[in-house]
């Protein structure tokens, strides 16, 4: 069973620090890999996505990916209240498919 | 924007009757998929569709399930006889490429199964 994993949370981090989100996977197969941002009752919005190892920036958000480690992580800078929302890790399965992990909530306050 | 759109937004049911969900992807978009989120729980993969037909699918979609694209635009799932655990929120995606490509979610459709 190919599996997804991050840290349920909640995450609380104060207004203006970084969040660091975190994700493994187990199929060494894995070749794309994403971050949704899902608000609670509402559709997952794409955030980033990275396909190669080390690191891709996009704003304030940084996509992490070490493959051998088969880890990926999210950072968000300088962190703002309406960033507070449940953060899902996906990563590409047989057929397209995406394989989402449980989601970890976070919290900025401010 | 170009946007995945869903409706209905809220769907209720009778345990028993049948339900379609519909979904017009991104106009430009080649694959298509279902998801569904029951509450509290993970989003998990229903089914996969390109070129008119089902690219791969999951457990959950047994023989009560099935995908159509009756024209250009629309993407539709119907559930033949529901179930009381049917109820969820049901996700239309659409990507502009295969397998590695981002998907691109709509707001969803709320089943509610009474």
């Known amino acids: 069973q190919k599996e997804v994993e991050q840290n349920s949370g909640p995450l609380s981090v104060p207004e203006g620090a970084i969040a660091s989100l975190n994700c493994t996977y187990s199929?060494?197969?894995?070749?794309?890999f994403f971050w949704y941002r899902q608000y609670s009752g509402k559709s997952p919005e794409l955030i980033m996505f990275?396909?190669?190892?080390g690191d891709k920036e996009d704003g304030r958000f940084t996509a992490q990916l070490n493959k051998a480690s088969q880890y990926v992580s999210l950072l968000i800078r300088d962190s703002q209240p309406s960033d507070s929302a449940t953060y899902l890790c996906?990563?590409?399965?047989?057929?397209?498919?995406?394989?989402f992990g449980q989601g970890t909530e976070l919290s900025v306050k401010p | 924007e170009p946007e995945v759109t869903q409706t209905p937004s809220h769907q209720v049911t009778q345990m028993g009757q049948e339900v379609i969900l519909r979904c017009v992807p991104i106009?430009?978009?080649?694959?298509f998929y279902w998801y569904r989120q029951i509450l509290g729980q993970k989003v998990e993969f229903l089914v996969s569709?390109?070129?008119?037909?089902?690219?791969?699918k999951s457990e959950i979609f047994d023989d009560q399930f099935s995908v159509e694209r009756p024209d250009g635009s629309n993407f539709t799932l119907k559930i033949r006889s529901t179930k009381l655990e049917d109820s969820a929120m049901y996700f239309c995606?659409?990507?502009?490429?295969?397998?590695?490509?981002?998907?691109?979610f709509g707001d969803g459709t709320r089943l509610s199964i009474l």
């Open positions: 995606a659409s990507s502009e490429g295969g397998r590695h490509q981002p998907q691109h």
């Open positions: 990275i396909y190669s190892n």
């Open positions: 199929d060494r197969g894995s070749q794309s």
């Open positions: 996906a990563v590409n399965g047989q057929g397209g498919k995406l394989i």
């Open positions: 106009s430009n978009h080649l694959y």
């Open positions: 569709f390109y070129n008119n037909e089902i690219s791969e």
